[in-house]
């Protein structure tokens, strides 16, 4: 049974970081890119971040990038979301996801975790 569990959400204050984490079972964890996505009250979920396989090529949201950093722990089937200078605008539920071999669509999703920030 395939699972990607997050973990790591919160209540914070604005300027504060998070780092959220994703862990995979089920799957051949390396063979994945993996994501993150987020999804705010009353809108559209948004891609926010994506670490190739092997780690070694990523992509970002342009409005993100600079203080969100994806990682990935392929010997801990773990993706990481390092997220610093948090604003109130970045309150959504956080997702991961899984792509196998970056084909199509993402066809492997978590839970997702709370992530609200205060101002």
């Known amino acids: 049974q395939v699972q990607l569990v997050e973990s790591g959400g919160g209540l914070v204050q604005a300027g504060d970081s998070l780092r959220l984490s994703c862990v995979a079972s089920?799957?051949?964890?390396?063979?994945?890119?993996m994501g993150w996505f987020r999804q705010a009250p009353g809108k559209e979920r948004e891609f926010v971040a994506s670490i190739h396989w092997a780690g070694g090529t990523t992509y970002y949201s342009d409005s993100l990038k600079g203080r969100f950093t994806i990682s990935r722990d392929n010997a801990k089937n773990t993706v990481y979301l390092q997220m610093n200078s948090l604003k109130p605008e970045d309150t959504a539920v956080y997702y991961c996801?899984?792509?196998?071999?970056?084909?199509?669509?993402?066809?492997?999703w978590g839970q997702g975790t709370q992530v609200t920030v205060s101002s």
């Open positions: 996801a899984g792509n196998y071999r970056g084909v199509g669509e993402y066809e492997r």
């Open positions: 089920g799957l051949t964890f390396s063979s994945y890119v």
